[in-house]
């Protein structure tokens, strides 16, 4: 088994940044890919970024690219999602999970995380 723990999420205003952590802690080896997510009220869960555990490949999501930046420290298992200039329309609940296989729907990714509040206000 693997646990996630996200953390950092918060109340921020359009153009702010935060930085989000994922924390995975016990079979950890088996997951050799780590990827952000998000869901907002009435939404479908959207791809954010994933990141390889080993090279560190990343990858983004359309509405990512050129604000997000996905990062890991392998000594502390930790995955990070550094947003800036962030807007309203990022207002969601942010999810980690961890697989073995990187995709875009999540189904191929084996554990989630419980999920943190991003609120950005206008």
């Known amino acids: 088994q693997v646990q996630l723990v996200e953390s950092g999420g918060g109340l921020v205003q359009a153009g702010g940044s935060l930085r989000l952590s994922c924390a995975a802690s016990?079979?950890?080896?088996?997951?050799?890919?780590m990827g952000w997510f998000r869901q907002a009220p009435g939404k479908e869960r959207e791809f954010v970024a994933a990141?390889?555990?080993?090279?560190?490949?990343?990858y983004y999501g359309d509405s990512a690219k050129g604000r997000f930046t996905i990062s890991r420290d392998n000594g502390k298992n930790t995955v990070y999602l550094q947003m800036n200039s962030l807007r309203p329309e990022d207002t969601a609940v942010y999810y980690c999970?961890?697989?073995?296989?990187?995709?875009?729907?999540?189904?191929?990714?084996?554990?989630w995380g419980q999920g943190t509040q991003v609120t950005v206000s206008s």
């Open positions: 999970a961890a697989g073995p296989t990187p995709d875009r729907t999540g189904d191929r990714y084996d554990y």
């Open positions: 016990g079979r950890t080896l088996s997951t050799s890919f």
């Open positions: 990141i390889g555990w080993s090279l560190g490949w990343t």
